[in-house]
């Protein structure tokens, strides 16, 4: 077998299920590791991907077939079963039933010796490149631990996984944020990805003191009723006036009233956002210095768009003293 260019042994035979164990550090393992703070016995391995729903189908696949398409891939020594955990948990159902056809799986078996970065390389290429079936959660955890534990430089495992550097920086920022504010549920894991796309929720994380924890306990809560409602609503709470926000975090307000009162504040009006940010930017004392530096002809131009702009500020002033008076 070849992984990453390099040239791995390998033996296929049938071997007795008993004999095989789960490996701990699949990703999709890792997530209950990691949330119950210590390994798992292998008991506790088999009980959770027997309720996942994608091992009930391949309980019913495999049967069908009659066996394995794919041999599992089992790294000799102690016989971790290294890529197919979730086969192995559906052979073990199987083998309840007595029948001597689900005793022995057909394995791949690698040196016992192998190194643990090709182990991942290993599990990247069936996983990322092959069938992509890692949550998003899983996949971030698994860069997580190439990047931060074993110190493959993000040039090498990001491509490995089909990543460019940037993505793989943010699945691992993401992954570490939930670690360090002590969230490992994976169901949170779009609320969070979200809260760190976001620019102007980025201001707020920034400039409001309390502002990301306030968040946090939002979602760990279920306050915040999906991922895309803290996408699609929180910035515009944020972009509102700072009293609507500060009145959600006092808990005067619910996330959805705090909505309700930053979209009649304008918080989602682009027309609005777009002129607030003019103002700011014609305040700026760097504005003036940039004006007084230019040369003479630039500021002859620049003496023309400003009373341009002045004259259709008046129009649009009027237009909306107009329409206020017909509303009433």
Not at 147 to 168: I, N, W
Not at 188 to 213: M, N, Q
């Amino acid at each position: 077998m070849l992984i990453r260019g390099t040239k791995v042994p390998t033996l296929t035979r049938e071997v007795p299920i008993k004999e095989l164990n789960f490996y701990p550090d699949n990703p999709r393992i890792y997530s209950t590791v990691v949330v119950e703070g210590a390994k798992p016995t292998q008991a506790d391995i088999l009980q959770r991907l027997q309720m996942m729903e994608h091992v009930r189908q391949l309980v019913h696949d495999i049967k069908a077939n009659g066996g394995l398409i794919d041999p599992l891939i089992v790294r000799a020594g102690d016989m971790v079963v290294l890529e197919g955990n979730s086969r192995l948990a559906a052979y073990r159902h199987l083998a309840t039933s007595g029948e001597m056809r689900w005793s022995t799986a057909k394995c791949t078996i690698l040196p016992a010796a192998i190194d643990d970065k090709l182990v991942f390389a290993l599990l990247a290429q069936y996983h990322v490149k092959g069938k992509k079936d890692w949550l998003p959660y899983e996949k971030a955890g698994f860069i997580y631990r190439r990047f931060k534990e074993q110190h493959v430089d993000l040039q090498q495992a990001a491509p490995e996984m089909g990543l460019t550097k940037d993505e793989a920086r943010h699945l691992i920022a993401v992954y570490e944020f939930m670690i360090d504010h002590d969230d490992y549920d994976p169901a949170h894991w779009s609320y969070y990805d979200e809260f760190l796309k976001s620019r102007k929720i980025k201001k707020a994380r920034d400039e409001v003191a309390g502002f990301t924890e306030f968040i946090v306990g939002e979602v760990k809560t279920g306050n915040i009723g999906k991922a895309m409602d803290l996408r699609d609503k929180l910035p515009v709470i944020c972009a509102a006036n700072p009293k609507i926000l500060k009145r959600y975090m006092a808990g005067v307000h619910s996330f959805v009233d705090a909505h309700v009162d930053a979209k009649v504040a304008g918080g989602e009006n682009p027309a609005l956002n777009r002129l607030k940010r003019f103002r700011k930017w014609l305040a700026e004392t760097t504005t003036e210095d940039d004006l007084k530096d230019a040369n003479k002809a630039i500021r002859d131009v620049m003496q023309y768009e400003l009373k341009a702009i002045e004259a259709k500020a008046r129009k649009l002033k009027d237009l909306l003293d107009k329409s206020k008076s017909q509303i009433g």
